[in-house]
């Protein structure tokens, strides 16, 4: 069985670059649209990383870090925010509330892949 990764983003075209990557890498695929619809997905289900966009409505990317990072069963899971925000004030919030990396948008998808093999062996 392959590895599980978990993309959000509220984005649909973005979703299926990150997804199509990540298939194409070998990776099994679950999408979510935002935090509250990733945290529903990921209830019961095992993945081994979670890649998410900072800015979504309902909940966004940092607001979900903090709930991945308060339950028992993601507490240690990998999150790497993709978005279009480098500010190092938005890098810091982050790092704050349990983020394993950032990847700014645009990105190839080489280096998504590369950031993802430091995380998910």
Do not use: C, H
Not at 8 to 16: K, P
Request: charged share 25%.
């Amino acid at each position: 069985m392959g590895r599980t990764i978990l993309i959000v983003d509220d984005s649909a075209s973005m979703r299926q670059l990150v997804s199509f990557a990540l298939k194409d890498a070998g990776y099994d695929v679950i999408a979510a649209v935002d935090g509250k619809d990733a945290l529903g997905k990921v209830n019961g289900t095992k993945v081994d990383m979670v890649v998410t966009d900072l800015n979504m409505p309902n909940m966004d990317g940092i607001t979900l870090i903090k709930n991945l990072r308060s339950a028992a069963a993601t507490r240690f899971t990998p999150v790497v925010m993709l978005t279009t925000e480098s500010q190092d004030s938005k890098k810091q919030e982050g790092r704050a509330a349990g983020a394993s990396g950032w990847i700014v948008k645009p990105f190839t998808p080489d280096k998504l892949i590369d950031v993802i093999k430091k995380f998910v062996k």
